[in-house]
């Protein structure tokens, strides 16, 4: 743990804890809204679904084809990619205290993410399958929602990256800052060393 300095902001290792307290934070209200959309009847949600089927019919009369299959396919991948952007941030922690972590690093946070949302729908549908007959689980949606955790994973990796990519603030200002006639004055001073050590 390190200590706040005098002017009494926190220490790195607290803002650490902090910062992983709001992600974990984050995550079991992710979870929890997860649980109530899927894992209630299908008769309580009749009123939301009848919403996007008329969405949908309006879309499709004024010329944008979209289907409620398509929108319910692309919910199921929105779904789950907080759940990739959480976790990878959370696992990921500890892979970005380095300057530049190596590629089999956020290789293993992207997959960890995708595995565990692979994990997660498959016992969401499994739940479905055994204690609510009124769902329908299909493998389509466990094919979305790690399609999900993929993308939010990825898409935290490919930003951090990026960032990593960019010159430190101070590398800028020691570059601007380094005299641009330095090697000019270097060359002109070399003749005239030569002239004094001929005989």
């Known amino acids: 743990m390190v200590p706040p300095d005098s002017s009494g902001s926190p220490g790195p290792g607290r803002a650490a804890r902090t910062r992983r307290a709001v992600l974990l934070g984050a995550l ?5 809204a997860v649980a109530v959309v899927t ?21 499709v009369a004024h010329g944008v084809p979209v289907s409620f299959e398509v929108a319910e396919a ?13 976790l990878t941030l959370l696992v990921g922690d500890a892979t970005t205290r380095t300057p530049r972590p190596p590629r089999r690093a956020h290789v293993r946070v992207v997959l960890l993410s995708t595995v565990v949302g ?3 729908s498959s016992a969401i ?12 689980p299909t493998v389509q949606d ?3 929602n790690t399609l999900g955790a993929l993308v939010g994973a990825l898409a935290v990796v ?9 010159p430190h603030p101070r590398r800028r200002r020691r570059r601007a800052g380094s005299p641009a006639g330095e090697p000019a004055r270097r060359r002109d001073v070399r003749p005239e060393v030569r002239s004094r050590a001929r005989p």
């Open 28 to 32: 079991a209200c992710w979870a929890a």
């Open 39 to 59: 894992l209630r009847p299908a008769d309580d949600l009749d009123d939301e679904l009848g919403v996007v089927r008329d969405v949908c019919a309006w879309l």
């Open 74 to 86: 692309v919910a199921n991948v929105v779904m789950f990619v907080p759940l990739g952007v959480l």
């Open 118 to 120: 692979l994990v997660l």
């Open 125 to 136: 549908e499994l739940a479905q399958r055994t204690w609510l007959p009124s769902r329908v």
């Open 142 to 144: 466990v094919v979305m």
């Open 158 to 166: 490919l930003l951090d990256a990026r960032r990593r990519a960019r």
